[in-house]
């Protein structure tokens, strides 16, 4: 299956391979050895070796683990938050749905179209625009983002 993945998506293990060089660099100037931001990641060397080399089999929070001790996980914040490919299509569907219809909205003989007082519209709620959002910074608080997501929930008080 590994195999059969990296002949399919080269463009993707070329990408993995050269965020785990960044990382690496970034670790060796800040004159950390793999071990230091191995166990401040909450990981083996060997995975962090691993994940310098680009390996596909390292999961994300490991990444991000590895980030945040080397102080980058902020850099989160910037992926897509541009996203042009993304915003023409978005444009793309409201023009289709502002677009007026040649009176097929004022003939439809549904019973719901009935009982409404004008043309039938598509409902278009929650679209906005990528680059008036806020973005919001990435809440890492412990030396590894697994031992977040798997820290158990305690019952808050009086909560019956």
């Given at each position: 299956?590994?195999?059969?993945?990296?002949?399919?998506?080269?463009?993707?293990?070329?990408?993995?391979?050269?965020?785990?060089?960044?990382?690496?660099?970034a670790r060796l100037r800040r004159r950390l050895t793999a071990k230091?931001?191995?166990?401040?990641?909450?990981?083996?060397?060997?995975?962090?070796?691993?994940?310098?080399?680009?390996?596909?089999?390292?999961?994300?929070?490991?990444?991000?683990?590895?980030?945040?001790?080397?102080?980058?996980?902020?850099?989160?914040?910037?992926?897509?938050?541009i996203d042009d490919q993304g915003q023409k299509r978005q444009d793309?569907?409201?023009?289709?749905?502002?677009?007026?219809?040649?009176?097929?909205?004022?003939?439809?003989?549904?019973?719901?179209?009935?009982?409404?007082?004008?043309?039938?519209?598509?409902?278009?709620?929650?679209?906005?625009?990528?680059?008036?959002?806020?973005?919001?910074?990435?809440?890492?608080?412990?030396?590894?983002?697994?031992?977040?997501?798997?820290?158990?929930?305690?019952?808050?008080?009086?909560?019956?």
């Open positions: 299956m590994a195999r059969k993945t990296a002949a399919l998506l080269p463009s993707i293990a070329r990408l993995l391979i050269g965020l785990g060089e960044r990382l690496k660099l230091q931001v191995a166990e401040q990641a909450g990981m083996s060397v060997m995975t962090l070796r691993s994940l310098e080399s680009g390996g596909s089999g390292v999961t994300i929070g490991a990444y991000l683990s590895v980030m945040h001790v080397l102080g980058l996980e902020q850099d989160l914040n910037t992926i897509a938050a793309a569907q409201l023009i289709r749905v502002m677009k007026p219809r040649a009176n097929k909205s004022l003939h439809v003989k549904s019973t719901t179209a009935s009982k409404s007082s004008g043309p039938q519209t598509k409902n278009v709620v929650g679209l906005s625009n990528a680059s008036e959002s806020k973005l919001h910074p990435f809440p890492i608080n412990t030396q590894s983002l697994s031992a977040l997501l798997t820290r158990k929930k305690t019952p808050e008080p009086n909560a019956q």
